[in-house]
């Protein structure tokens, strides 16, 4: 009974689960609404000139906006610019505008509503869609050519030889850079030999003599001092006095060894 029970409330979940998904997506609308706002800029912006169109994005944002709510358009100033750049490049694609065929179809998705109708322009046909949001705000319009199998296949191949000739370019440069490498050897060699060929040869100078060091002059003035020192006691001994009371200026070497 209580596995009865848990399987019951297993699939319970599971049905509320699924109905709140299935009702997430769920948006209503009136179609003939919709239609409305799309012929209205259908007929506006076949009816423009570029120049006139262009003036539009002189128009401040909140100028844009309020032209919007008067003409009873849902769609903000900002996407009704891109709207009309939209509008501009489906011309320069698919040639002049003529018309639409009038079928409107509608398709709700996670983001809102898309309307589509069949349009004809001077050098094919086209689809328009108009994407609204969850609110039913227009927010963007879409136009896409419908191009033949010829074109669609000229087109394949023209992106094919492309995309190959980029490859063999690319190739081709690659082959040459590598060619250039067995050259780099041969420069690095003569960059090596320059150097020493330029380098002048230096003639071989004599060495000098070695100057004989100088006597130093302290070691002379510390043998007289010490000289003058044994003399002084020497005379200070014969006179009976020290050796302070007299004072060795000179002393002179004589030839003999006898004083007088």
């Known amino acids: 009974m209580k596995k009865r029970i848990s399987l019951l409330g297993i699939v319970l979940i599971l049905i509320f689960a699924f109905t709140g998904c299935s009702s997430s997506n769920t948006v209503e609308y009136d179609q003939t609404q919709l239609e409305q706002y799309a012929e209205f800029i259908i007929q506006n912006f076949s009816a423009m000139t570029d120049e006139q169109l262009d003036s539009f994005e002189d128009m401040s944002e909140l100028e844009l906006d309020l032209t919007m709510l008067n ?6 100033g ?40 069949e349009a004809e322009y001077a050098d094919r046909t086209a689809t328009i869609d108009f994407a609204f949001d969850n609110e039913l705000n227009m927010e963007s319009i879409t136009v896409g050519a419908d191009y033949s ?12 030889i492309l995309g190959m000739g980029t490859v ?10 590598i060619w250039l490498l067995k050259f780099i050897p041969v420069l690095e060699k003569k960059f090596r030999k320059a150097p020493a060929a330029a380098e002048p040869v230096k003639a071989e100078t004599p060495a000098a003599a070695p100057v004989p060091a100088a006597v130093p002059a302290e070691a002379a003035a510390e043998d007289d001092s010490e000289l003058v020192a044994v003399i002084a006691a020497a005379v200070a001994a014969a006179e009976g006095t020290s050796v302070d009371g007299f004072v060795v ?3 002179k070497r004589r030839k003999s060894n006898k004083w007088n």
Request: proline share 1%; charged share 20%.
């Open 149 to 160: 199998t010829g074109e669609i296949l000229q087109k394949a191949g023209l992106n094919t």
């Open 78 to 117: 900002e996407n009704f610019l891109k709207m009309i750049d939209a509008w501009q490049a489906a011309e320069d694609e698919c040639g002049e505008f003529i018309g639409v065929d009038g079928n409107y179809t509608a398709e709700v998705t996670n983001d809102g509503v898309t309307l589509s109708v």
């Open 249 to 251: 200026r000179s002393i």
């Open 168 to 177: 063999f370019v690319v190739l081709i440069f690659l082959s040459f850079v």
């Open 71 to 76: 003409a009873g358009v849902p769609v903000s």
